[in-house]
């Protein structure tokens, strides 16, 4: 098998995947083998030569000074592993379901955008006959508000699980402009609140993300790896009104985005399975 097989077996699989890992425990984009083998517990050596033989593949790119980062491969795997995500017609399906098991609540998914700094982006939504900007959400609002993860229920539920590296950039990061009074301005009160986040699987919130409007999400996660979120937004909400039913709904619609192992269908593709 040559110089890339000289390792051998499921301990060096097992080594390279912790290479791997650590690039996204590590703050910056570029490392050398003595940073890495900090992080992995590995030896230089080892380290250098897993680097070196995924540059041959593609997985991490070689830059100067003996840095290296994740490469286009890396990529190429993630994309790859979207290609099985629930088409449109299965996700629509979804939110309208938990519109309708909420009384009519704002259904949204939300992805995890790593482009432009760790944000989130709306995908989809279910709002039934309501007009958004009537209700003051505007095309802005959804564009520029949504998208920190800092803000509401729907990003701290995906903050909650990103690695500590990522999580401290969002913590870095001012309030965005426009948002409620329940927004978590102290980042050790906004801490513990993911703690719980992790705790319970849900994140709720009291005029977080705007005045007059209360959130309730759960992460869409798949095998471990956090995806983005399932929200619901109601008016006039206070945080122990929030009915066990429709939290139990929340997570529900989060699990149907959720593969049902890693070969079967999407646990998505059985609308109104609550």
Same mark, same amino acid.
């Given at each position: 098998?040559?110089? &890339? ?12 995947? &912790? ?49 290296? &980062?994740?490469? !286009? ?26 519109? !309708? ?45 949504? &998208? ?31 948002a409620g009074p329940g927004a ?66 929340v997570k529900q619609a989060a699990?149907?985005f959720t593969p049902a192992d ?13």
């Amino acid at each position: 098998m040559g110089k &890339r097989g000289t390792l051998g077996g499921s301990a060096h699989a097992d080594r390279v995947f &912790r290479v791997q890992r650590a690039f996204t425990e590590v703050e910056g984009q570029m490392h050398g083998p003595g940073e890495l083998a900090e992080v992995t517990g590995l030896d230089d050596s080892t380290v250098h030569r897993i680097l070196q033989s995924g540059v041959y593949d593609g997985i991490f790119a070689r830059e100067g000074h003996g840095l290296y &980062r994740l490469g !286009a491969g890396a990529a190429r795997l993630g994309l790859k592993s979207l290609a099985h995500a629930p088409n449109e017609r299965v996700v629509h399906a979804v939110l309208e379901d938990l519109h !309708a098991a909420t009384d009519g609540g704002l259904a949204f998914l939300f992805a995890l955008a790593p482009f432009g700094g760790a944000g989130k982006q709306c995908l989809d939504m279910a709002v039934g006959a309501s007009d958004l900007s009537e209700l003051g959400i505007t095309h802005k609002t959804l564009m520029e508000l949504c &998208r920190s993860l800092r803000t509401g229920a729907a990003g701290r539920a995906i903050l909650a699980y990103l690695p500590k590296v990522i999580q401290g950039r969002v913590l870095a990061e001012p309030d965005p402009d426009g948002a409620g009074p329940g927004a978590y301005r102290d980042n050790e009160r906004l801490l513990a609140s993911l703690e719980s986040v992790r705790k319970d699987g849900i994140a709720v919130d009291v005029e977080e993300w705007s005045a007059g409007w209360s959130g309730c999400a759960a992460p869409v996660r798949w095998d471990g790896l956090i995806m983005g979120s399932v929200a619901v937004l109601k008016p006039g909400y206070d945080v122990s009104a929030w009915p066990g039913a429709a939290v139990h709904a929340v997570k529900q619609a989060a699990a149907r985005f959720t593969p049902a192992d890693d070969d079967g269908p999407w646990s998505a593709e059985a609308p109104g399975s609550y």
